[in-house]
């Protein structure tokens, strides 16, 4: 069965743990894993230690090799399909979004520099994002989350990581009612199995994707997860790879 890695961190720059590509794939040895969502890791992106961070021309040029690497890994690596996502942060760079990049990623935790939400850019960012009908990877505080979906971005293609484990928790968005949306989307990494099968219990399987959270999460174990999962082949199959690659199409 074929399997796509919905949640891989990614990069040559940040090395603590290691998360390039060869580090990956080693990490996937043995496992039908083919394919990886890549994103870069966070320390290539901001100063996540820094709540009062403040961009500037070194950061920028920090955010643009982080980028490229994707974009040549996806072009390089062989026998191995690299999906490359665009990481949005102040700047709101939606002129990069034409170079190859199959979706974004849009992340903050709570003791973080925050995004600029008020910027008119950002605005101008999330219509290119819905012109071009790209997924985000939304990581986000509950309230923004919320925010997010039901006004910023309605009809935007969101997916919630970790079954929105650190976006407010999995049962407060499901009694928010956004698992019910059609446009929101959940990845399994690093969640319970408890919010897993719920999941699948509740709303099924069209919208649910698997993903890893590499290096933080284990691809063998996040993907025993999904295969002891007490549903049919091709449910696992949607769950593996086929949302993903209908969301990317």
Same mark, same amino acid.
């Given at each position: 069965?074929?399997?796509?890695?919905?949640?891989?961190?990614?990069?040559?720059?940040?090395?603590?743990?290691?998360?390039?590509?060869? =580090?990956?794939?080693?990490?996937? $040895?043995?496992?039908?894993?083919?394919?990886?969502?890549?994103?870069?890791?966070?320390?290539?992106? &901001?100063?996540?230690?820094?709540? !009062?961070?403040?961009?500037?021309? @070194?950061?920028?040029?920090?955010?643009?090799?982080?980028?490229?690497?994707?974009?040549?890994?996806?072009?390089?690596?062989?026998?191995?399909?690299?999906?490359?996502?665009?990481?949005?942060?102040?700047?709101?760079?939606?002129?990069?979004?034409?170079?190859?990049?199959?979706?974004?990623?849009?992340?903050?935790?709570?003791?973080?520099?925050? &995004?600029? +939400?008020?910027?008119?850019?950002?605005?101008?960012?999330?219509?290119?994002?819905?012109?071009? !009908?790209?997924?985000?990877?939304?990581?986000? @505080?509950? =309230?923004? =989350?919320?925010?997010?979906?039901?006004?910023?971005?309605?009809?935007?293609?969101?997916?919630?990581?970790?079954?929105? #484990?650190?976006?407010?928790? +999995?049962?407060?968005?499901?009694?928010?009612? #956004?698992?019910? #949306?059609?446009?929101? +989307?959940?990845? =399994?990494?690093? /969640?319970?199995?408890?919010?897993?099968?719920? &999941?699948?219990?509740? &709303?099924?399987? @069209?919208? #649910?994707?698997?993903? !890893?959270?590499?290096?933080?999460?284990?691809? $063998?174990? *996040?993907?025993?997860?999904?295969?002891?999962?007490?549903?049919? *082949? !091709?449910?696992? /199959?949607?769950?593996?790879?086929?949302?993903?690659?209908?969301?990317?199409?």
């Amino acid at each position: 069965m074929r399997v796509i890695d919905s949640h891989v961190h990614c990069g040559i720059q940040d090395r603590f743990p290691p998360q390039d590509i060869e =580090t990956y794939r080693a990490a996937c $040895k043995g496992l039908p894993i083919g394919g990886a969502v890549v994103f870069p890791p966070v320390g290539e992106v &901001y100063d996540r230690y820094d709540p !009062s961070f403040v961009d500037s021309p @070194e950061w920028r040029k920090i955010r643009a090799k982080a980028h490229d690497y994707l974009l040549v890994i996806a072009s390089s690596v062989k026998d191995f399909v690299v999906y490359p996502f665009f990481f949005v942060w102040n700047d709101f760079a939606w002129q990069e979004l034409d170079r190859g990049f199959k979706g974004i990623k849009w992340h903050r935790h709570s003791n973080e520099p925050k &995004y600029n +939400y008020n910027d008119p850019a950002c605005e101008i960012m999330i219509n290119e994002i819905r012109k071009r !009908s790209m997924p985000v990877v939304l990581e986000e @505080e509950f =309230t923004e =989350t919320v925010v997010f979906i039901r006004e910023r971005a309605v009809g935007v293609k969101v997916i919630i990581p970790h079954l929105g #484990l650190l976006n407010g928790g +999995y049962s407060r968005i499901k009694s928010e009612g #956004l698992w019910d #949306l059609p446009n929101v +989307y959940a990845d =399994t990494a690093l /969640a319970d199995r408890f919010a897993i099968e719920d &999941y699948v219990k509740t &709303y099924g399987t @069209e919208k #649910l994707l698997f993903g !890893s959270d590499f290096p933080f999460g284990d691809p $063998k174990r *996040e993907l025993r997860k999904i295969m002891d999962l007490s549903i049919s *082949e !091709s449910e696992k /199959a949607r769950i593996l790879s086929e949302n993903i690659l209908q969301l990317m199409k």
